[in-house]
């Protein structure tokens, strides 16, 4: 073999080694586990444990063993939420949680039982679905919040909700035809009302939340959805919403009203009001910013429906 052959050997040897190792770094991913208890420290069994975050399309998911452990793999490096449920106790969320390649990240998480009821028997869990009203000065909108299917979604909502950050907001943005121009098939006529907490309690908004995809949570962009409004980035949602009053599916994952393809993240339903959502969406508009209503709608308050 020559010294000329044997040289180019070498370099073929090692651009391989090196496309080896790439690969391998591509594809390496790390593990969560850990163990779901009760207040007194007694592991819980059967116990629903998810992570969603941008590094994973999917909802990754394991329910507690006998011993109250549970384990996901192949978990793709990055930030995500867990959330834990369980019949019988409060859900647990917890945010910031970072994964990172071949190694495992141990979680403990405790869950809060519920208040005794009426009968003094204990309380279910936080239902599927939780009501909410937004008393506006034009009238009122019942909301059907989708704890089920957009939990990391809801939860965030709710949490402005509880903390009254959205009382004396305002439903400030429509679009509608007239005041929207169509780009279709990508972007076709959307009608909207989007609103959001009063700008000057903005350094009291909390953190964004991670995208919840539609291919995740399995709800539509349809007429009458409430979804999180977003920046260009996916992971940008924290108090801005929106309801939609026509059907959206350039909204859904893989749509392409966003440029990354992404979407945004539906979380629940107008269940009565939408003639006040459609009377919104018909307020008188500012001449010099045609999207942005000439007096914004009042949100006297958003407060659960007990």
């Known amino acids: 073999m020559t010294k000329r052959s044997i040289v180019a050997l070498l370099a073929a040897l090692l651009l391989a080694g090196a496309s080896l190792s790439a690969r391998q770094a591509q594809t390496a991913t790390g593990q969560v586990i850990g163990v779901v208890r009760d207040p007194s420290g007694s592991p ?53 949680i ?13 869950l809060a039982c519920c208040p005794p009821g009426p009968a003094g028997l204990v309380d279910r869990a936080e239902p599927a679905t939780v009501r909410v009203r937004i008393t506006t000065s034009l009238g009122n909108i019942d909301v059907e919040i989708d704890m089920a299917h957009a939990p990391v979604t809801a939860t965030n909502f709710l949490k402005y909700v509880d ?18 121009t169509p780009t279709p098939p990508n972007r076709p006529l959307m009608e909207i009302i989007q609103g959001g907490i009063d700008p000057s309690r903005r350094s009291e908004a909390f953190k964004a939340i991670p995208l919840e995809r ?69 307020e008188p508009i500012n001449p010099q910013s045609p999207q942005q209503l000439a007096t914004p709608v009042v949100i006297q308050s958003i407060a659960r429906v007990k």
């Open 98 to 110: 970072v994964v990172r390649a071949d190694v495992r990240t141990q979680l403990l998480p405790t």
């Open 44 to 96: 819980l069994p059967g116990a629903t444990v998810t992570l969603s975050g941008p590094a994973t399309s999917q909802l990754l998911t394991a329910v507690t063993s006998v011993n109250g452990e549970f384990q996901i793999a192949r978990v793709p490096p990055g930030t995500y939420v867990m959330n834990v449920r369980m019949a019988g106790f409060f859900p647990f969320t917890q945010s910031d």
């Open 214 to 282: 539609t291919t995740v949570t399995g709800l539509k962009h349809v007429t009458g959805v409430i979804s999180m409004a977003r920046g260009n980035s996916a992971d940008t949602a924290t108090s801005e919403f929106f309801i939609l009053l026509n059907d959206q599916p350039s909204l859904d994952m893989g749509g392409k009203r966003f440029d990354d393809e992404q979407g945004a993240a539906a979380f629940g339903k107008v269940v009565t009001g939408l003639d006040v959502v459609r009377k919104i969406n018909q």
């Open 163 to 180: 903390a009254g950050l959205y009382n004396g907001g305002r439903f400030y943005r429509v679009t509608r035809e007239g005041n929207y």
